[in-house]
């Protein structure tokens, strides 16, 4: 049961680097269009003017 | 702001040197750049956000614009002499139809805010509950002794902060409640909450066999999902009420006896005092209620009395806020302003009609009502009772009782309403309509009866001849000729007909418009007129018409109807096979009104209805049990918009009547009110699926809770399952 000492830790880092990438896609702005931004991306040009 | 001295500043640039003029140009505040945000329903794919932004961006001045498909509104960065007419105008022409909305920077920044912290707590307790249960299953498939309580452990050290922070919202509505003396639906909420982190915080000191911890986080989380839902759907209701720009500025020309001359000055409608005098210049609307002093012109008072026939104005006519002055400048002397003006008299009633209709409670009210009370019986007979039996056991009695409040909390019962109204708003929008009160759809789903206004709302406003073949092509080419020398309405709509129809215009001398009377010139030789009845001689018809007379032959009408408004006899149509009664209430003539009603097939109509007149005749439907969705559009609409079970007015209405109502319609098409209101009965049904889902639950799990037989595995269950099969028969709306 020795294993539990390290995948408990993992598990929980790893859980804690969702949450962490979660909160930047959050401050940058990436719910505010989804449908919009899923349109974007298969555009054909580029976009000359990304959101800040 | 133009009369502020600029002080000349050293700049860099030359083009700067230039900018107090332009800023004097624009007359507004010294802002080098604006943003506009104009709301735009008719976008709908990728193609739509290439052409919009690339058109925009051409336009001189624009610096840059993105649109934002999910909430369908661009935003432009612009220099500050580019505005929002300007804009509206180049996205009509590229067929996508706009609407200004006021940016307000602060409140939208503000909503985004709130938005983005319920979505961290919700993010937060989503990884807590993924955690917790990781350990959890381990305990319940058969962890022992120190292994379980290390596990224990863990989950309370992730648990016990996840609570602190992700169940705040709940906390604090429930202590408002409970200061307000009232047992809403976060009383139970956080007391469940709160009882299974403290229970198993204890249990798990004292290495018992269970801790609530994960259904303390999950509870957490499905609610917050409920309460995410529910804030996105109110904030797009908030959006709308408050973003859709004024549409006139209340501003007035006041003239100041001088020496000599009087001279003007632009004032607000508010400094201005009974007795002062104030120009109207065609085309724009009167501020004040009053009376002419000199001037004659004609009057379309569409918007405030439904009526499609421009009225004569001429010295000593009383005039009232909100018509429109066509043809020649007046003066108006001020007999009533601001709080006196009918205008305000009229927001005094509105006020009293709305109250009434705040009176409203919503399905998920009236469960709670009778919810929270039931809850918190349970639980203190739960515990009393096995206190009893246990012969004072506290422990057992405790956790019994905190088992039972954790099942019967509701998960789904939080899930159920605001799931189902996020799909249907979802679906309305893209249809073209904005909610703006929560509650109207539920209001919109019991509705009987439809009354519907005339003049802006059934048809477009705007009039189109409809009796020219019975003229020569000689009376139709001096009649062009004569339409286009004049800025009236129903010249401009004629002067347009003829030329569509390929009409080529006569050449006529001395072109002079009377104002008020109408345009008459000189045609080899003999004298023509086109204007009112009287004017040239003719006997006035119960329709809308100008008459055209040339030399001595008898004047001949030339009668205009009302253009419909696209989709109108389809929601007719479809509400009357509904069997919804079908009505028409306009303050028009009556000839007018019955020609519309039989050309829709409304048997139900009454005409020249004053704004008093429609608001008692709803009121009075009403009081006979009925349920009326009101559509209309005017200022003399707004009264009954108020006073309507629920009522709808499209983008293009007054704002005050926009305001008054709970739905606004974007876009020109009426055909979606019909929709919107089977959509709206079908989601109230899907909101009484659910709450007799979630009642199901109840009933099977609460017997079990009661017994002593819950464990945290079953906890777990029966929430994840109920608010999944909630939000899933949500989804089905789709």
Not at chain 2, 545 to 562: E, K, M
Request: glycine share 8%.
């Amino acid at each position: 049961m020795d294993v539990l000492a390290i995948l408990i830790p993992i598990s929980l880092v790893l859980g804690l680097l969702g949450l962490a990438g979660f909160y930047w896609t959050l401050k940058k702005g990436m719910y505010d269009d989804p449908e919009g931004d899923s349109r974007r991306i298969l555009r054909g040009d580029y976009d000359d003017n990304p959101k800040q | 702001m133009s009369d502020t001295l600029h002080a000349p500043s050293i700049s860099a640039c030359p083009a700067c040197v230039a900018a107090p003029a332009a800023l004097e140009r624009a007359g507004s505040a010294p802002q080098g750049d604006a943003r506009i945000v104009m709301s735009v329903p008719g976008a709908h794919c990728a193609a739509c956000i290439s052409a919009i932004e690339r058109d925009l961006e051409a336009m001189p001045g624009v610096q840059s614009a993105r649109l934002n498909l999910t909430l369908k509104r661009v935003s432009v960065q612009a220099e500050a002499d580019v505005d929002a007419p300007a804009l509206a105008d180049r996205l009509k022409r590229l067929g996508y139809e706009a609407f200004e909305l006021d940016p307000g920077t602060l409140s939208m920044t503000e909503t985004d805010r709130q938005g983005r912290d319920l979505l961290m707590r919700l993010g937060v307790a989503g990884f807590s509950m993924m955690n917790i249960m990781l350990l959890s299953v381990a305990v319940w498939s058969g962890a022992t002794d120190a292994t379980r309580d290390l596990f224990h452990l863990i989950s309370a050290a992730i648990a016990l902060p996840t609570v602190a922070f992700s169940g705040q919202p709940f906390f604090k509505s429930a202590f408002a409640s409970l200061r307000a003396g009232r047992l809403g639906m976060d009383v139970p909420i956080s007391l469940a909450i709160l009882l299974a982190s403290a229970i198993s915080v204890y249990e798990t000191f004292q290495s018992g066999h269970h801790a609530y911890f994960d259904a303390a986080v999950m509870l957490t989380f499905f609610l917050l999902a409920g309460r995410y839902l529910d804030f996105r759907t109110r904030a797009a209701a908030r959006s709308a009420a408050q973003e859709l720009a004024a549409l006139e500025v209340p501003r007035a020309i006041r003239l100041v006896a001088g020496d000599g001359a009087a001279h003007e000055e632009t004032v607000s409608v508010a400094d201005l005092k009974p007795g002062e005098r104030v120009l109207v210049r065609p085309g724009g609307r009167i501020p004040v209620d009053g009376v002419i002093e000199s001037g004659t012109s004609e009057l379309d008072r569409s918007i405030l009395t439904g009526e499609t026939m421009p009225a004569f104005a001429g010295p000593d006519t009383v005039v009232t806020a909100g018509a429109v002055n066509l043809t020649g400048p007046l003066v108006v002397r001020v007999t009533a302003a601001g709080r006196d003006s009918s205008l305000h008299r009229m927001a005094d009633l509105v006020a009293v009609a709305e109250s009434a209709r705040n009176r409203y409670t919503t399905l998920a009210e009236r469960a709670s009502r009778g919810y929270s009370p039931a809850v918190h019986l349970l639980a203190l007979g739960a515990f009393l009772v096995w206190l009893w039996i246990s012969g004072g056991d506290a422990r057992l009695a405790i956790n019994i009782a905190a088992a039972t409040l954790i099942i019967t909390c509701p998960c789904a019962l939080g899930l159920a309403v605001p799931a189902v109204v996020t799909a249907a708003s979802g679906k309305l929008f893209r249809a073209g309509m904005l909610i703006k009160d929560g509650t109207a759809l539920e209001r919109l789903a019991e509705v009987d009866t439809v009354v519907f206004d005339k003049t802006g709302t059934l048809t477009l406003g705007t009039p189109e001849p409809t009796n020219l073949d019975q003229f020569d092509v000689q009376a139709l080419s001096v009649a062009a000729a004569m339409a286009a020398g004049s800025s009236h309405p129903l010249a401009r709509a004629l002067a347009g007909a003829t030329q569509r129809a390929g009409v080529i215009p006569a050449i006529l001398d001395d072109v002079s418009e009377v104002p008020g009377h109408g345009v008459q010139a000189c045609w080899r030789g003999l004298r023509v007129r086109l204007g009112r009845a009287n004017w040239v001689g003719a006997a006035p018809l119960d329709v809308t018409a100008a008459y055209l007379a040339i030399g001595d032959s008898p004047a001949r009408p030339v009668t205009f109807a009302d253009r419909l408004r696209p989709g109108a006899e389809d929601a007719v149509r479809i509400f009357q096979a509904q069997g919804k009664a079908v009505w028409l209430i306009s303050g028009d003539v009556p000839g007018a009104v019955r020609v519309l009603a039989e050309r829709l097939g409304i048997d139900r109509w009454r005409a020249e209805a004053l704004p008093e007149d429609k608001a008692d005749a709803i009121q009075s439907m009403q009081a006979e049990g009925r349920r009326v969705l009101m559509v209309g559009d005017g200022l003399n609409d707004t009264v009954a918009l108020a006073a309507a079970h629920v009522s709808i007015s499209p983008a293009s209405a007054l704002d005050a009547a926009r305001v008054a109502s709970d739905i606004v319609l974007l876009g020109t098409d009426l055909a979606p009110i019909a929709r919107a209101q089977s959509i709206a009965v079908t989601s109230v049904r899907r909101i009484r699926e659910n709450f007799a889902v979630s009642f199901g639950y109840n009933v099977v799990a609460v017997p079990i809770a009661l017994l002593g037989f819950a464990t945290p595995l079953w906890a777990a269950l029966a929430m994840s399952l109920s608010s999944i099969t909630v939000a899933l028969n949500a989804l089905r709306l789709k």
